[in-house]
């Protein structure tokens, strides 16, 4: 289990990075944090002819609250944003979900744009940032681009990025200090890819119906499902425990779900259901205390 | 090693300024143990799972089978072999072996490597974060019963609460 | 009835003597022992279950800059000879396999060629350009196929993939079903694993063109007969094999055999006169190295109306994979003789038959019984279940007691100083039986499911010889050492073990030291090169202890009472009477009282060896002994595990609340290391019952090839294991020693898979097929009413 050869550049600057994937795009990875990508090399799944490692990259290790947003620059690291007390304060479904990626070891590596990138169907950041309205910045040098990350993630493994792009970072909209929010996810083992994930965030009118849910599971196909038509049909209604329970069987019901090696399409949804019902409830349960505590 | 140019980089390891030539595919595992004779560090999957070989870069726990040598031009690796300084075990050396927590050795190296790194910054873990922790270094040998109550007793002891 | 007490040395927790290397990270482990020219080994392995080998192209290999060579199986054929299996037993068909295969390939995996280059890194660049043509053939991925008349051949020498079939009976199972209040029939199906050690297997090869000697480095559990079958398929002498053990980083039966790859990187170093090395990478661990345990029994027992067992009827079919590197009854006529263990039962008659198929073969793994004590325990809940009684009772009721001891079983086992009963009471008592179920009661009517399992283990721990020839397996059960006082008084001892993590070197002092009159801390013990340690059978089974640590033990009392008849001369007594060393130091009963003398080892080591002149008429000059022993048929040691779980029936996620072992085995050298292997046992037993699951599709596929698929549980899902330490000395081994380190993982099985069942029962469903997934409870679930809460969750 031995990479098979390659030719190593190690820019010191964007520009550099974006001269390089101009000239090699095709025939070229972008080496991060390397810990999806280093698997690849050393199982010989991935033979690239170039790597362009972007660790010397400061600015893409920057992470700030920039008015309504949060910027997270794409070598990020996962353990940095799921202990930072400002991205916990400011962005608390991205931390959480965050610091669930792989191990602590794994995290100190791992970076926001490599996880994105590599867009497993069961990771926790397409989910969550599908779930919180992330846009995806977007470089080559043709320009800059920001997509959202609905548009960005196509399929399992395959993102909406030319050869000669490089995501630089990612922008989150604020979640507000009263939104309510949870991430569950069904893992057979701490740290392992979950069978299933759902991330769930509302808010609450004055009288308690629903102003606004987001609902996404994750790693029961291709890409993460937000269930849009679901959260519509949402607002206006008293998230009481029946509720959670009917809008749980239904998210179960109703989100795309395939089997493969792992499990079941019958097995998945079922833990689509029970991990709906945890969030629904956690993510009411924190709202309300928002309210009463702004 | 055969394909692209050899470089030569400088790096420091366990605190000296080290020179080698290597390819750029060498995983930073097989060059601190084969070119740098720093064999305590343990190569056990070769695709992150297991943890045996993890080192500290630049302070911060990794899985060198996870890295190339020729990234760490500048940086700073710690292995196992500079945790006893002057052959003395460190607290978390002391309380492994107090509490029988390593039978065939061969992840020890890389459970050390990571909580030296996690006790400083997490200085009082509960059990279920130390468990949390250790769940990135697969154990084939002890049920890791013995291993969490020698990272508590390490702690509490570099606590200077005692010991163990 | 504890002996230890008489022991200064046997029994002390001393703390592991290997700990001080590998914690500072100066372990030294195989890849770390450095060969200038070294060159490294890689496998062209097969991408299809069976196929034919029509051609092997190694031309644009051969042509890459640092490769030396591409070898096939013609080949190493013209340098090595076959593997042949042909013991004499009825039932068994006789097998053999070439260094590498020549013809086809049996399972994924399988190796075809093998590369040599200055590099590992430009091996495996080689070996992916290596081209070989293979013609497809029909697999057979499961036992059922593979019994299937007209299934396509595994092994094309054999006339159908049933390679062993054996029966027996004793006293008359009809009769006592005619007889039966009720008759019971229960499955186990427990599911493939592999031992997957932290290190993976690897060698490193010398010839010496010279000398004409090979040293062979290796981490293997036994160093001699790897060295009797390394000569004998390279046609040399075993005086021109040095077989060296390192320091091994795990190995749980997967380190014993001469593997194909082995031979094939000795026959190498030999032909290109270079050192040769292979490190085995994860991928090929886990696919290609040996897995272990596949098999489904069927119990039917019939039993009268108390749950007093009558007879007893047991059908086993192992799926053993492709290739032979035992005898093919090796495991499953292990679970066969001494399934009936803890319980008394006269009337038994087994039927186990081993078929062949495409994927990895098959080995032992730490509890080659594994299944047993699950299928045994299992069926008493079953009785349980099906009577209407306590399961606890229905234990009482059939389990030996000491008045029973010995107890001779159907299979003409004997059964000495064991104590099943105590360690069931123990246990019973320890995990609060009925505080149990009134929390499981109050529970269910919450919708919380607990579940309290049992499981009585009588684990076979050491197999003398005349077990290996009334079970029909060939092997010896001996053991060797030597016990060597310098001339300086230091104390070096050998034997034929060699660890893989255990921590030998403690317990196995404190043997000498015991028999020797010394401190442990004074003892080095000398393991793993065939040309310092005697011969002996190796690390397996729990023999470590008994065998082992008994050897060194009768070994080091010769020494002594060779050194107190020379004390006796040097102190003008008539004879050793009324002496003993203790601490290195002669000391002498003086009016009842020990009294020490100015004489210690080290003076006699010092005239043994520097002033022969001295010595009493007779007496040979130094201070060396050595000393084989055959221990009996088998020993036995006992446990009863208690485990108690959570189940979420809307998630089929178990939770382990607790979980707790008796344990009796005997004389314990150092508890320290026996907690460690008991602690150890069980959790590779659970995550092997929850996790674990080396997974084949339809076409024999290996879908677990890395750790990310074969799931191996950390720290998250282990739970706290309490010890309830029992010992019963064994009167007939030396020191009273017993054997363990197996037992836990039987005992984990059987307790976690009952306890699931009980928290199971309300809904009327039986788990029987292992791992004990969320999917395969939520399958079985799926649709079931549970009689205390109504229709299953989710809701």
Known sequence: MKPAPFTYHRPATLDAVLDLLAAHGADAQILAGGQSLGPLLNLRMAMPEHVIDINDLADLGQMRRRDDWFEIGALVRHHAVATSPEGRRCMPLLAAAVGTIGHYAIRQRGTMGGSLVQADPAAQIPLVALALDAEVTIQSRRGVRSVPVADFVLSAMEVALDDDEIVTGLGFPLQSPTQGWSFQNFCRRRGDYALASVAVILDLAEDGTLADLRCCVGGTAPVAQRLADLEAGARGHHPTPAWQRDTAQQIAATVPAEDDSKATEAFRREIVEVLSIRALAEAVKRARVSEVQP | MTGPARREITLSVNGERRSLTVAPRKLLSDALREDLILTGTHVGCEHGVCGACTVLIDGRPARSCLAFAVQMEGHEITTIEKVAEGGEFSPLQQALHDHHALQCGFCTAGIIMTFQAFLAEVPDPTEDEVRDVLSGNLCRCTGYQPIVAAILSAARVMRGEGQA | ?795
């Open chain 3, 1 to 795: 009835m504890s002996g230890d007490t008489l022991f200064t040395q046997i029994g002390r927790a001393l703390p592991r003597k290997e700990d001080r290397r590998l914690l500072l990270g100066k372990g030294r482990f195989l890849d770390d022992i450095v060969l200038p020219g070294a060159l490294h080994v890689c496998f062209v392995r097969a991408p299809l279950a069976h196929a034919r080998i029509v051609g092997i192209d190694s031309a644009e290999a051969q042509a890459l800059p640092g490769v030396i060579g591409v070898f096939t199986g013609a080949d190493l054929a013209r340098w090595t000879t076959k593997l042949r299996l042909e013991p004499a037993i009825e039932g068994l068909h006789p097998v053999q396999m070439t260094a590498l295969p020549i013809d086809k390939v049996r399972f994924q995996g399988d190796p075809v060629a093998c590369v040599v280059a200055t590099d590992r890194y430009v091996a495996e660049d080689a070996a992916e350009l290596v081209v070989v043509d293979f013609e497809p053939l029909d697999a057979v991925a499961s036992f059922e196929k593979a019994l299937e008349p007209g299934a396509p051949l595994v092994d094309d020498s054999l006339p159908s993939n049933l390679v062993s079939h054996q029966t027996f009976a004793a006293g008359d199972v009809a009769a006592r079903r005619d007889e039966a209040f009720s008759i019971v029939e229960a499955r186990f199906g427990l599911h493939r694993h592999t031992h997957a050690p932290l290190e993976t297997r690897g060698c490193l090869a010398d010839w010496d063109a010279g000398r004409e000697h090979l040293t062979f480095h290796i981490g293997t559990q036994a160093p001699h007969p790897l060295r009797s079958q390394l000569a004998a398929r390279l046609k040399l002498a075993e005086s021109q094999v040095t077989v060296v053990s390192p320091d091994i980083g795990g190995a749980f039966g997967q380190k014993i055999a001469l593997y194909r790859e082995e031979l094939c990187v000795a026959a190498l170093s030999r032909h290109l006169g270079r050192p040769v090395r292979w490190r085995e990478d994860r991928l090929e661990n886990l696919t290609s190295a040996s897995h272990a345990r596949e098999s489904v029994c069927r119990t039917r027992v019939s039993v009268a109306a108390d749950g007093r067992i009558l007879g007893l009827e047991l059908w086993l079919t192992e799926d053993f994979g492709a290739y032979c590197f035992y005898p093919a009854n090796y495991m499953a006529r292990v679970v066969a003789m001494i399934l009936t263990g803890p319980y008394r039962i006269a009337d038994y008659a087994f039927d186990v038959q081993v078929a062949l198929t495409n994927k990895c073969g098959n080995g032992p793994m730490r509890a080659p019984m594994a299944i047993t004590s699950w299928v045994m325990d299992g069926t008493i809940d079953a009785i349980a279940a099906r009577l209407g009684l306590d399961p606890v009772e229905v234990r009482r009721r059939n389990t030996i007691r000491v008045a029973d001891l010995p107890y001779t079983m159907p299979t003409g086992e004997v059964l000495e100083d064991v104590t099943p009963l105590e360690t069931l009471e123990a246990a019973v008592a320890a995990i609060d039986v009925p505080g149990f179920r009134a929390r499981q009661a109050e529970g269910r009517e919450q919708g919380r499911y607990l579940g309290l399992g049992l499981c009585t283990v009588v684990e076979s721990t050491t197999y003398g010889s005349k077990f290996y020839k009334a079970a029909g397996i060939p092997g010896s059960g001996h053991e060797a050492a030597w016990v060597r006082i310098e001339p300086s008084g230091a104390v070096n001892a050998s034997v034929g073990l060699m660890g893989s993590g255990q921590g030998y070197e403690s317990p196995l002092s404190q043997a000498v030291a015991e028999g020797l009159g010394v401190t442990a801390e004074a003892v080095r013990l000398q393991m793993g090169n065939t040309d310092v340690a005697p011969y002996g059978m190796g690390s397996r089974g729990g023999r470590g202890a008994t065998a082992g640590g008994g050897t060194l033990y009768l070994c080091a009392q010769k020494a002594q009472a060779h050194v107190l008849r020379l004390a006796a001369h040097v102190l003008n007594l008539n004879d050793a009477t009324g002496l003993r060393l203790r601490e290195a130091r002669v000391e002498r009963l003086l009016d009842g009282d020990w009294q020490p003398t100015s004489l210690t080892l080290a003076d006699l080591a010092r005239t043994a060896y520097l002033d022969p002149t001295a010595l009493p008429a007779g007496m040979a000059p130094g201070l060396d002994f050595s000393l084989t022993y055959d221990p009996p048929p088998m020993t036995y040691s006992n446990a009863t595990h208690a485990c108690e779980v959570e189940l979420t029936p809307a998630t089929g996620e178990l939770r382990i609340r607790r979980y707790l072992v008796a344990e009796d085995c005997g004389t314990v050298l150092n508890p320290i290391v026996v907690r460690g292997q008991q602690q150890g046992a069980v959790a590779m037993g659970l995550s092997g019952a929850l996790f674990e699951e080396v997974v084949y599709d339809a076409d024999g596929q290996n879908l677990s090839a890395t750790l990310g698929d074969y799931m191996i549980a950390t720290a998250t899902e282990m739970p706290e294991i309490e010890i309830l330490a029992l010992h019963t000395p064994s009167r007939r081994t030396p020191a009273g020693i017993k054997g363990m380190a197996e037992g836990g993982i039987m005992g984990a099985i059987g307790a976690l898979s009952n306890a699931v069942n009980d928290a199971l029962a309300p809904f009327g469903v039986v788990a029987d097929q292992m791992p004990l997934s969320p999917q395969r409870l939520r399958d079985l679930l799926r649709g079931a009413t549970s009689k205390n809460a109504g229709k299953v969750p989710p809701k």
